[in-house]
């Protein structure tokens, strides 16, 4: 049973409970429904998580992953419901709330989804310029992360990424990947990453942690048919690039260690790691530029928030007085809820300049 099946059969419960709670007031605001119907409403919310977490792992079909995504959006709107409430309480204690201002209230939430929902669903690309003394040549990367191939975000989310890398063959030369290609919520199978085929660049991957989830040999051996190139704990050479992919260890997968011996003289060297940790010590030793996912941005408000306090790099372009780079991205997928706020769901192009 992997990490992520563990975690969620040990919150639902919870998260149950919450939802009873919080429908009951929901209810309470216009027409107070019996506790056994509310008791009904979160058992269908308790399954729209369940059913999927199971039979996704075995066969991911239209049906659970539509459950999966409905699952994932009532989250997002659970949140959100629960913030709209307090704010609906507060006001509360100083004037009177009528019926209509209270559902005037609440239909902020189903409005900020449609475009949540938008702006998870819109890949942009956005660009940033990086200045190095040691390039021998100006050349342009494209990045990304947290794809999140899975139960929410299936198949269209790889066709999007395939169209948008071939409209910027004209002008990159190398695509990354940092980690976390796959969710972990449904299976992968050999052919799912295949439209990869149609990039001419090539197209490195190194795993996160959500790659694990259901089997990493399943995620590399995707990736291999599609012509991905996996660096796991290893490196490549391309131009003036020297590119070492260090694979996210977590539970009992020790770090690496890493020392000078990873980076090379005469050439730019990048450093793919999957969370935005280490940079320091990456610099340290040599590396010009780390590139990093993970943390979403915090995908949405008030998350987006939370995340700034949590990661010290929480997304963006980093830069140290060594002249090294840190870039994280806020990725091109999302995790369980299909919602953004506040980031984008992105590529990068990473315009690397001689000084």
Not at 190 to 201: G, H, I, Q, R, S
Not at 292 to 306: A, C, D, E, M, R
Request: contains cysteine.
């Amino acid at each position: 049973m992997s990490f992520r099946t563990r975690r969620v059969i040990f919150i639902t419960p919870f998260y149950m409970l919450f939802e009873f709670f919080l429908l009951k007031y929901i209810f309470m605001l216009f027409c107070p429904l019996d506790n056994l119907v509310i008791l009904g409403l979160v058992v269908i919310i308790g399954l729209l998580r369940l059913v999927p977490l199971f039979l996704e792992a075995k066969k991911s079909t239209v049906f659970t992953r539509f459950m999966a995504t409905v699952d994932g959006i009532w989250m997002w709107a659970s949140v959100m419901f629960l913030i709209d409430i307090i704010i609906i309480y507060v006001l509360s204690l100083f004037i009177r709330l009528s019926a209509e201002v209270n559902m005037c209230l609440l239909a902020i939430v189903p409005l900020l989804g449609i475009y949540n929902y938008y702006k998870a669903h819109k890949l942009v690309v956005n660009e940033k310029t990086l200045k190095l003394d040691n390039l021998s040549r100006d050349i342009n990367i494209v990045q990304m992360s947290d794809v999140h191939f899975g139960s929410v975000r299936h198949k269209k989310i790889i066709r999007q990424i395939v169209d948008k890398l071939k409209e910027l063959e004209n002008t990159c030369e190398i695509a990354i990947i940092s980690g976390d290609l796959a969710d972990g919520s449904s299976v992968v199978e050999e052919d799912d990453f295949l439209a990869f085929k149609e990039v001419y660049m090539p197209v490195v991957f190194t795993p996160g942690n959500h790659d694990f989830y259901m089997g990493i040999e399943s995620v590399f051996k995707a990736c291999r048919k599609a012509g991905i190139i996996v660096l796991d704990n290893e490196s490549m050479e391309f131009e003036c690039l020297n590119i070492y992919g260090l694979r996210f260890s977590f539970d009992d997968r020790d770090i690496p260690e890493f020392d000078k011996s990873l980076v090379k003289d005469g050439f730019v060297n990048i450093i793919n790691y999957h969370v935005p940790y280490y940079w320091k010590d990456f610099s340290r030793i040599g590396f010009d530029i780390q590139l990093s996912g993970h943390t979403h941005g915090g995908q949405f408000y008030p998350v987006l928030n939370i995340a700034n306090i949590i990661f010290k790099y929480n997304m963006g372009l980093f830069k140290d007085s060594l002249g090294h780079y840190l870039h994280v991205t806020t990725g091109v997928g999302s995790m369980d809820t299909p919602m953004r706020w506040g980031t984008d769901s992105e590529l990068v192009i990473l315009k690397l300049k001689k000084n």
